[in-house]
T-cell receptor, first 113, second 114 residues
């Protein structure tokens, strides 16, 4: 079945360490997105990519980095510069038919201690 | 910039009753789509319903329907015959064009009383 796979489901890291969250899709979607979800904040866009080897900053990109070397993969690195990294992270993708909305992965809960 | 506002953080409904979740948005675009997503305790985002701005007819999907008031920029979700499985967080979202990004409200937590 086609879908988006985010791994791991739970991730724990020590403060000051970089950590990479995985997002893989087999839907043949061109565009991929990373959102951060905090209680009472809704979903906020971190980075997005509409085509391989190209990506743009979203609303809260500081302290994060991404790459898009393959169509299927859009990993997110949470760097030590991110001041409050503990959150739930959601990856999404869409077809060229943007009006159908996005397909989401099941998310990664990152806890930094 | 487009904004989506969900002013009620929590709501509760009795099983089998009807509940309406409110959403307003702000945009200068004329062609856009609106969505309601459901996020159950599993945290998987599920598309519930979508509405095209150019369509006057309100969208319906089984027990879910919307009240789309374009002039008022209002997009509420009505859940009829509420079930225990409807308990979740619901997000209103907006997008306008291929270069636009899906913008979400802050969400509302719906609880269903047995």
């Amino acid at each position: 079945d086609g879908g988006i796979t985010q791994s791991p489901k739970y991730l724990f890291r020590k403060e000051g360490q970089n950590v990479t969250l995985s997002c893989e899709q087999n839907l043949n979607h061109d565009a991929m997105y990373w959102y951060r979800q905090d209680p009472g904040q809704g979903l906020r866009l971190i980075y997005y990519s509409q085509i391989v080897n190209d990506f743009q900053k979203g609303d809260i990109a500081e302290g994060y980095s991404v790459s898009r070397e393959k169509k299927e993969s859009f990993p997110l690195t949470v760097t030590s510069a991110q001041k409050n990294p503990t959150a739930f992270y959601l990856c999404a993708s869409r077809t060229g038919r943007w009006f159908y909305g996005y397909t989401f992965g099941s998310g990664t809960r990152l806890t930094v201690v | 910039a487009q904004t989506v506002t969900q002013s009620q953080p929590e709501m509760s409904v009795q099983e089998a009753e009807t509940v309406t979740l409110s959403c307003t948005y702000d945009t200068s675009e004329s062609d856009y789509y609106l969505f309601w997503y459901k996020q159950p305790p599993s945290r998987q985002m599920i598309l519930v319903i979508r509405q095209e701005a150019y369509k006057q007819q309100n969208a319906t999907e089984n027990r879910f329907s919307v009240n789309f008031q374009k002039a008022a920029k209002s997009f509420s979700l009505k859940i009829s015959d509420s079930q225990l499985g409807d308990a979740a967080m619901y997000f209103c979202a907006y997008i306008a064009g291929a270069n636009s990004k899906l913008t979400f409200g802050k969400g509302i937590t719906l609880s269903v009383r047995p």
